[in-house]
């Protein structure tokens, strides 16, 4: 892909990204001109999209290997447990943050304690739900 193939309002997306300041540009060709006299090109785009993970045409970074065997370093614990609760962001987004919580794209899975994580949900306006053991395996590419 170009910048040529973009449409006037992403290559408008891909100047905030790539801060470039478009505010006197009023067509697709004076922004196009502006990329050109900066000398950004479509592959130094496509690897700061990847960097912030900010579009899902995006490179994605691999998975980490995570061992769920491991139970000392692990923030999972068993379903059966009644203290605490998984909870993850049910729209992915770059940072959201409720509380004193960061759930991000690289860790959307967080643990929290069962009484806190529920009143953290009702409040969310549906941003943050429940997650299962099984997906925090599945995002993270563990296989049993």
Do not use: W
């Amino acid at each position: 892909m170009s910048f040529n193939t973009l449409k006037y309002f992403s290559l408008q997306k891909a100047a905030r990204i790539m801060a470039v300041d478009i505010t006197n540009c009023k067509s697709k060709e004076e922004i196009l001109n502006k990329f050109d006299s900066y000398g950004i090109t479509y592959e130094d785009y496509e690897k700061a999209l990847a960097e912030t993970g900010s579009s899902e045409d995006a490179v994605k970074k691999p998975a980490k290997p995570v061992s769920i065997l491991d139970e000392t370093k692990s923030d999972v614990v068993s379903p059966k447990s009644n203290e605490k609760m998984l909870v993850t962001m049910a729209i992915m987004r770059g940072v959201y943050k409720v509380k004193h919580y960061y759930f991000e794209l690289e860790k959307p899975f967080l643990l929290i304690d069962k009484d806190e994580a529920i009143s953290i949900i009702a409040n969310s306006r549906g941003n943050l739900r429940e997650a299962s053991p099984k997906e925090v395996a599945d995002y993270y590419g563990i296989m049993k």
